[in-house]
């Protein structure tokens, strides 16, 4: 990818998150998709590419007033946005649009307009998953678990440290949905919900969405925000089946997809300032920090534990409080970049000073999917 | 039998050998005849090398635990325990997700890497569905 040469100029979620059972899920796209574009000081007629998942990006283009000269409807899941990042910034490489919108809205609580889950008793995951017991997350992300905290000696108090952790970075964040201090005795007092994990080490269920708008890096400095310009990216896919992954204690398609990133920005791990990992579960930041290559095999929980990633540490990670404790509608990666987009332009409510370069790193499904982008606010 | 009323897999015509195996009480697996890897889930073909020359065999139905949760959230359909999801590792080398029966569903009596046997559960005329239980002796 060529270096620098495109730009996040929007970046907005919906107005309010949490619990807005008075918005369907198409209108969520649109408030999310509406503040982006005030903030970039556009109209649905500067767009030209729209990208979303889950939903249709037909759907959110007509209903926008959009007409778009490409269209990416990738979804694989919540890290997809990173994905559309990915393939907007090669398209507007390439010529095929100038300027990018992508949505992600979830009525995830609520569940206004919001699709159904269902799965085919034919599919792979159908035939080979389903009929054990699996429901949802809970039971299927949580399965690798137990076999990375046998073979590396991890505790559940190790893993409840990542909760802790997090909620310290949320008290500082005023529209975080869990503010209050928790200990790890709290996480490990909490519900069982699948055994090794408790109701704290599990993300949160609400409504919201957010929205980016990129365009190439040489427009972007006439735009009234400061332009995050877009360093590398990756992606990648494994399994659909969580049972099929290829090694429980490392992901695949994280090592795949933030090699790729890291190779395209020519960053070093010492260069990065923020990180974000999505966390839809306490053992994600663990597995992320390692497949990323900030830690050693094995070494990811310590890591956290020893106050490495905390308000105040050398890697700030998850400063927006995180799946865990900020929020997440289903499909979070869309709040990873969209805090990200924050700390580069020097906004987050817990800004990490003088941060230059911000990685925000997606998963998709049970460990199916991954992207990774690399953020940086210096310009060209 | 009880009616069983949990979700059901249905067959396609690249798993039908599969499921008609666990039917008659047989766990099948499929392995290439060119580069000798045993697979799973089934497809007519190696997802190793790619090559359709592979064949169908009754594996050993020995196991061990590789991970597992135990599920405290409702499901009706499984009663109202808690229950183990579980991956295990056939002692052929793929794994499969089940679950482990007769034996409590706690984190004392289900200790990764322990011994396991299949055991097929009848849930319809059509379907067995493959479980595990610890192995004997």
Same mark, same amino acid.
């Given at each position: 990818?060529?270096?620098?040469?495109?730009?996040?100029? *929007?970046?907005?979620? /919906?107005?309010?998150? =949490?619990?807005?059972?008075?918005?369907?899920?198409? $209108? !969520? #796209?649109?408030?999310? &998709?509406?503040?982006?574009?005030?903030?970039?000081?556009?109209?649905?007629?500067?767009?030209?590419?729209?990208?979303?998942?889950?939903?249709?990006?037909?759907?959110?283009?007509?209903?926008? *007033?959009?007409?778009? /000269?490409?269209?990416? =409807?990738?979804?694989?899941?919540?890290?997809?946005? $990173? !994905? #559309?990042?990915?393939? &907007?910034?090669?398209?507007?490489?390439?010529?095929?649009?100038?300027?990018?919108?992508?949505?992600?809205?979830?009525?995830?609580?609520?569940?206004?307009?919001?699709?159904?889950?269902?799965?085919?008793?034919?599919?792979?995951?159908?035939?080979?998953?389903?009929?054990?017991?699996?429901?949802?997350?809970?039971?299927?992300?949580?399965?690798?678990?137990?076999?990375?905290?046998?073979?590396?000696?991890?505790?559940?108090?190790?893993?409840?440290?990542?909760?802790?952790?997090?909620?310290?970075?949320?008290?500082?964040?005023?529209?975080?949905?869990?503010?209050?201090?928790?200990?790890?005795?709290?996480?490990?007092?909490?519900?069982?919900?699948?055994?090794?994990?408790?109701?704290?080490?599990?993300?949160?269920?609400?409504?919201?969405?957010?929205?980016?708008?990129?365009?190439?890096?040489?427009?972007?400095?006439?735009?009234?925000?400061?332009?995050?310009?877009?360093?590398?990216?990756?992606?990648?896919?494994?399994?659909?089946?969580?049972?099929?992954?290829?090694?429980?204690?490392?992901?695949?398609?994280?090592?795949?997809?933030?090699?790729?990133?890291?190779?395209?920005?020519?960053?070093?791990?010492?260069?990065?300032?923020?990180?974000?990992?999505?966390?839809?579960?306490?053992?994600?930041?663990?597995?992320?920090?390692?497949?990323?290559?900030?830690?050693?095999?094995?070494?990811?929980?310590?890591?956290?534990?020893?106050?490495?990633?905390?308000?105040?540490?050398?890697?700030?990670?998850?400063?927006?409080?995180?799946?865990?404790?900020?929020?997440?509608?289903?499909?979070?990666?869309?709040?990873?970049?969209?805090?990200?987009?924050?700390?580069?332009?020097?906004?987050?409510?817990?800004?990490?000073?003088?941060?230059?370069?911000?990685?925000?790193?997606?998963?998709?499904?049970?460990?199916?999917?991954?992207?990774?982008?690399?953020?940086?606010?210096?310009?060209? | 039998?009880?009616?069983?009323?949990?979700?059901?897999?249905?067959?396609?015509?690249?798993?039908?050998?599969?499921?008609?195996?666990?039917?008659?009480?047989?766990?099948?697996?499929?392995?290439?005849?060119?580069?000798?890897?045993?697979?799973?889930?089934?497809?007519?073909?190696?997802?190793?090398?790619?090559?359709?020359?592979?064949?169908?065999?009754?594996?050993?139905?020995?196991?061990?635990?590789?991970?597992?949760?135990?599920?405290?959230?409702?499901?009706?359909?499984?009663?109202?325990?808690?229950?183990?999801?579980?991956?295990?590792?056939?002692?052929?080398?793929?794994?499969?997700?089940?679950?482990?029966?007769?034996?409590?569903?706690?984190?004392?009596?289900?200790?990764?890497?322990?011994?396991?046997?299949?055991?097929?559960?009848?849930?319809?005329?059509?379907?067995?569905?493959?479980?595990?239980?610890?192995?004997?002796?």
């Amino acid at each position: 990818m060529k270096q620098k040469s495109v730009a996040v100029v *929007g970046a907005a979620e /919906t107005t309010e998150m =949490g619990k807005i059972p008075d918005m369907s899920q198409l $209108m !969520l #796209h649109a408030d999310a &998709a509406l503040n982006a574009m005030r903030d970039a000081g556009l109209t649905a007629k500067d767009i030209d590419g729209v990208a979303t998942a889950g939903d249709s990006p037909v759907e959110i283009a007509h209903y926008l *007033g959009i007409t778009p /000269t490409w269209v990416d =409807g990738t979804s694989v899941g919540g890290c997809s946005f $990173m !994905l #559309h990042v990915r393939h &907007a910034a090669a398209a507007i490489n390439e010529g095929l649009c100038n300027t990018v919108l992508i949505t992600h809205a979830e009525s995830g609580r609520s569940r206004v307009g919001a699709r159904r889950f269902s799965r085919d008793p034919a599919s792979q995951q159908g035939q080979f998953e389903v009929p054990y017991g699996i429901t949802n997350p809970p039971t299927m992300f949580t399965i690798p678990a137990l076999r990375y905290m046998k073979q590396y000696g991890v505790t559940e108090e190790d893993v409840a440290h990542v909760a802790v952790v997090q909620r310290e970075w949320a008290a500082m964040n005023p529209r975080a949905s869990f503010r209050d201090p928790i200990t790890v005795e709290d996480v490990l007092n909490s519900k069982m919900i699948a055994w090794p994990f408790r109701l704290l080490m599990c993300c949160l269920v609400t409504d919201g969405g957010g929205a980016l708008i990129l365009t190439s890096a040489d427009r972007a400095k006439d735009f009234p925000q400061k332009p995050v310009y877009i360093l590398g990216t990756g992606e990648s896919c494994e399994t659909p089946m969580i049972s099929q992954m290829e090694d429980f204690t490392t992901s695949k398609a994280f090592r795949v997809s933030g090699k790729k990133a890291f190779d395209e920005a020519g960053i070093k791990h010492s260069d990065v300032d923020h990180l974000m990992i999505y966390d839809a579960f306490a053992h994600l930041p663990i597995y992320g920090l390692e497949d990323l290559g900030f830690c050693e095999r094995g070494e990811g929980a310590a890591f956290i534990r020893e106050g490495n990633t905390r308000p105040g540490g050398k890697l700030p990670l998850n400063t927006n409080g995180g799946g865990l404790s900020y929020m997440h509608s289903g499909m979070y990666g869309m709040y990873a970049l969209q805090e990200s987009v924050r700390q580069m332009r020097g906004i987050a409510p817990a800004q990490v000073p003088g941060a230059k370069i911000s990685i925000a790193h997606g998963v998709g499904g049970m460990f199916a999917a991954s992207g990774t982008i690399v953020f940086s606010n210096e310009a060209p | 039998m009880a009616e069983y009323n949990r979700p059901l897999p249905l067959p396609t015509p690249e798993t039908r050998h599969f499921w008609e195996g666990c039917r008659q009480g047989e766990l099948k697996l499929q392995r290439c005849t060119a580069c000798k890897q045993s697979y799973f889930p089934p497809r007519p073909f190696c997802p190793a090398c790619g090559s359709r020359d592979v064949e169908i065999y009754k594996a050993s139905g020995k196991a061990t635990l590789y991970s597992y949760v135990i599920n405290h959230r409702p499901r009706p359909d499984f009663g109202t325990e808690p229950h183990s999801i579980a991956v295990v590792e056939l002692a052929e080398g793929p794994r499969m997700m089940t679950n482990i029966v007769d034996c409590p569903q706690t984190p004392e009596a289900l200790q990764l890497d322990m011994a396991l046997e299949v055991t097929f559960e009848k849930a319809s005329e059509e379907i067995s569905l493959p479980k595990f239980k610890p192995a004997k002796g």
